[in-house]
């Protein structure tokens, strides 16, 4: 007999209200098959208990969900239905997505409340019935501190990129990044838009222009992916102004039509090269190789994509975005959240990262900060494989040093060497430590004043004032916007770019065709390494932070060195 048997027998009668039962052994092994689904689980109760796991993982996945109703319930649910109630969950945690898009007035008027000088700009389309609130189009956001950050420390190179919003109204998130002297990004502006096409980016890029003013008049240079719309807009709004490629995305346009290992060394050898007789060498093989390759690559200005022909202005010789490329990652998930939360976490981003860069080198001594340091100590030990000849001039400051792969000059005085790194990165490269180490020098009091400690610090004195939360922002008087109008596409929302046919192997074999582009193999730390170029040196541009989910990876300029 079981116990449902027993409990039907005697416990249940006419009289059980009047007699009293106690159960003095219970046997809790349970021999029925144990059911996993039910029909009480439906999406208003897995949303419920959602809440809770939301609110202490914002970034909780289905699958992560489904795992864990599994694991806690032993309930097998269905993928769907769990997606859909994990949206109703957002949706009680984060607020409703459309409804966020009448706040933004309210954001707009407290963010310049608590910071002044700040730049916010909200755009607009009329309703055609004037009755009707307009709708929301586009927004730009600068910060003071930012503003006057920017201008005291950060060197004059500027990564403009877009990335696509993931919800259901669509739309782009534009940014402008920057590097302080130990190569971390400064986040300088932000603006969503509706779409990535020239007249945004001159709309984004001509509210950028009044917030720096001279700023970018001053040796500026912009470096930017080959983004529709976004060269012609460069071109107008600062027709001045020097402006990169990345080489990355050259790359990739590059090998869509030419798939051969050597050509894609070849073009990495050309965009290294910090001479113009280097970069010469380098095409006239390309153009040996393969001459449709050669015509390619000859229809891009020069200056915008090898180092020979760079401005020596920003004292920066990065070949690739790979600045903007950390921020977009940054962000990846507040970019599927609704717009005012989208705001707030970035705005939250950028003040936490001010303010730990602030005080992660407080007590750090030396003229040049960390990752400076590092960079040139490994020039330092590099140099000891050539050597200088002094000519015999009276301040004992040109030197003649020899070496691999040929001769070059160095004169202390002008701080220029004939390998021309010197000058573009603004560290002295390894012809220049030989003559120093023989001089009695030191490369730290060489370095240019935008790598030192003193503009770091420069650049980290502002701040960024916090605000309060939504229930504490005053209403603003004017219209409140409507969200934008967006069309349903047949299934499932896109949340991910759409990649090229090969880029993952691309991304596999970043690796071996940076080597490749030197002629050398990929460093593994096991095997003896060939003597190196004297003007390849340690890359100094890219960021320190290492990021996963990018949409380009990032690429090392050193053939030496792992690819981030």
């Known amino acids: 007999m079981d116990f449902k048997e027993a409990v039907r027998d ?19 092994d349970h021999t029925c098959p144990r059911e996993t689904k039910n029909r009480l689980a439906n999406k208003w109760w897995l949303a419920s208990k959602l809440v809770k796991k939301l609110r202490k993982f914002p970034n909780l996945k289905p699958s992560e969900a489904l795992t864990y109703f599994k694991s806690k319930c032993d309930l097998e649910l269905n993928k769907s239905s769990l997606t859909r109630a994990l949206g109703d969950a957002r949706h009680i945690v984060y607020g409703d997505a459309a409804a966020q898009y009448w ?18 700009r909200i755009i607009t389309i009329p309703h055609p019935n004037q009755s009707e609130d307009p709708t929301f189009d586009k927004m730009y956001i600068c910060f003071d501190g930012c503003m006057k950050g920017i201008k005291a420390g950060c060197r004059p190179l500027i990564g403009l990129d877009g990335a696509f919003l993931k919800t259901r109204f669509g739309g782009q998130i534009l940014a402008v990044i920057g590097q302080d002297a130990n190569n971390h990004i400064y986040v300088i502006a932000y603006a969503i838009v509706p779409v990535e096409n020239t ?11 009044d917030d720096l003013g ?33 080489v990355w995305h050259l790359w990739r346009n590059f090998n869509k039509q030419w798939k051969d290992n050597e050509l894609r060394g070849l073009l990495w050898e050309c965009a290294r090269s910090t001479t113009q007789e280097g970069f010469v060498e ?96 490994k020039i330092r030990n590099a140099s000891k494989h050539w050597v200088p000849m002094w000519s015999g001039d009276a301040d004992y400051e040109q030197f003649e040093v020899h070496g691999w792969p040929t001769n070059m000059v160095v004169d202390l005085g002008k701080r220029i060497c004939t390998c021309g790194l010197w000058q573009l990165s603004g560290m002295p490269c390894v012809y220049a430590c030989a003559a120093m180490a023989r001089a009695g020098r030191q490369p730290e009091d060489f370095c240019h004043r935008w790598l030192t400690m003193d503009v770091y610090n420069d650049t980290y004195a502002f701040h960024i004032n916090p605000i309060t939360g939504q229930k504490l922002w005053e209403k603003s008087l004017y219209n409140r916007p409507q969200e934008p109008k967006f069309k349903k596409m047949p299934g499932a929302p896109k949340k991910k770019r759409r990649k090229g046919v090969d880029e993952g192997r691309l991304e596999a074999a970043a690796v071996a065709v940076a080597a490749a582009a030197a002629g050398s193999e990929a460093n593994t730390g096991n095997q003896q390494q060939p003597l190196p170029a004297a003007h390849e040196v340690p890359d100094e541009g890219n960021p320190t932070e290492i990021e996963v989910g990018m949409s380009q990876p990032m690429v090392s300029e050193n053939e030496n060195e792992k690819s981030h």
């Open 199 to 209: 007249d945004n980016w001159r709309w984004f890029l001509e509210l950028m222009h």
């Open 103 to 120: 706040m933004v007035r309210d954001d707009d008027e407290t963010l310049l409340k608590c910071n002044p000088g700040s730049t916010v």
């Open 282 to 377: 380098g095409m006239m093989k390309i153009q040996r190789a393969k001459k449709e390759a050669w015509e390619y690559l000859a229809k891009w200005r020069r200056d915008a994509w090898s180092r020979a022909f760079f401005p020596i202005q920003p004292k920066c010789d990065n070949i690739c975005n790979n600045a903007c490329e950390v921020f977009n990652a940054r962000i990846k998930e507040a970019r599927a959240k609704p717009i005012i939360t989208l705001l707030e976490e970035v705005r939250m981003y950028i003040m936490r990262m001010i303010a730990r860069n602030k005080m992660k080198f407080k007590n750090h001594v030396g003229l040049l900060p960390p990752v400076q340091c590092s960079r040139l100590e």
């Open 214 to 246: 001279s700023y970018t008049q001053n040796g500026c240079c912009f470096i930017l992916d080959m983004q529709k719309g976004l060269i012609t807009a460069v071109q107008e709004v600062f027709p001045n102004v020097q402006h990169r490629f990345c």
């Open 10 to 28: 005697y416990c249940i009668h006419e009289d059980s209200e009047s007699v009293c039962w106690q159960v003095k052994t219970f046997n809790d």
